[in-house]
């Protein structure tokens, strides 16, 4: 346990920082225990939530003050568990909360443990140190390793962020969505998607403003998708939420491969351009509620249909 709270690989505990765990590669729901602490300290912060294809949404690429809590994994009940813990003077210093609806956040297990509150460094400790076990003493070995041995190409940042040193284009000529990687994105789980019911509620009772949104998936990642789910997840979400942004297909970007570092994943340029260019600003242009939800899944039938088209040279 000791060697566990000195190497601290997932910031937990910031007892000793040295060379040895200058910098972070592994996190865990905890690391959200960690950077809920700064809401405390003083200064406004903007809140994301959203699986690990939101990870690269820094304070930098933002060019605004950022806590990002990916480490919850996209998952809704989680956000919501999260969000009721904080105390007043946290939710003071939240400016407003970007949350990312994923394919993935709403086809897995709809529970979530986290502390009862956000702001409570007993309860949090307490959740810390139910966590030891084998995984977190292989991390914080690798933790050490890497420091001391040098040569990553990505590390935590204390917003909570992953900053990449390395981002090679996507190379699409290797990519094949197979049945294993398919299968997460077949399911929908409409008891998943419930939770974002209170998340919708609590920002309202706070007065804190929050933008929903989806990112831009590359052309060849869209064609493996079915568009019937697609459209029921979308159509469930607005029975829950009054608007979000809808980015899944960005003509433009999809097909260009420069923008993306996986056929699902924006690289730090695609990321700060979607935000840059339409969840700050709040562009309409993108935004979909239940007055233009059908109009609007009628033109993302349309340019998936000539994507999947595209690739038989139709």
């Not at 990870?55 to 969000?83: I, K, M, Q, Y």
């Not at 608007?243 to 899944?248: A, G, P, S, T, V």
């Not at 730090?268 to 239940?290: H, N, Q, T, Y």
Request: hydrophobic share 40%; charged share 25%.
């Amino acid at each position: 346990m000791g060697w566990i709270l000195l190497m601290d690989p997932y910031g937990e505990f910031n007892l000793v920082r040295g060379p040895w765990n200058r910098h972070r590669f592994f996190y865990s729901r905890a690391s959200a225990r960690v950077l809920s602490e700064r809401l405390g300290e003083g200064g406004k912060y903007a809140l994301v939530f959203g699986t690990d294809r939101v990870r690269l949404a820094s304070s930098e690429v933002l060019g605004r003050p950022v806590l990002n809590f990916f480490s919850l994994d996209g998952n809704p009940a989680c956000a919501l568990g999260f969000l009721r813990g904080l105390g007043p003077g946290q939710w003071r210093n939240v400016e407003r909360i970007y949350f990312l609806l994923d394919i993935e956040s709403f086809a897995g297990d709809p529970g979530c443990r986290l502390p009862i509150r956000m702001d409570s460094p007993r309860e949090a400790f307490l959740y810390s140190l139910n966590g030891f076990g084998m995984d977190k003493l292989i991390d914080a070995a690798r933790t050490v390793w890497r420091n001391l041995r040098g040569g990553y190409d990505f590390y935590m940042e204390e917003d909570g962020s992953r900053v990449s040193l390395s981002e090679p284009p996507f190379d699409p000529s290797g990519f094949e969505m197979t049945d294993q990687n398919l299968a997460p994105r077949l399911f929908f789980s409409a008891q998943a998607a419930k939770a974002l019911e209170g998340i919708e509620d609590i920002a309202r009772e706070k007065q804190v403003p929050i933008v929903y949104f989806t990112l831009p998936l590359s052309d060849v990642f869209l064609r493996s998708l079915d568009f019937s789910l697609l459209a029921e997840m979308r159509r469930d979400w607005l029975k829950r939420i009054d608007r979000f942004y809808d980015l899944i297909y960005w003509a433009g970007v999809s097909e260009d491969h420069s923008w993306f570092h996986e056929a699902s994943d924006l690289n730090s340029r695609g990321m700060r351009k979607v935000f840059r260019e339409f969840l700050i600003p709040e562009a309409k242009s993108r935004r979909v509620s239940a007055a233009n939800l059908e109009e609007h899944l009628g033109r993302l039938r349309e340019r998936l249909e000539k994507l999947s088209q595209s690739r038989h040279g139709l």
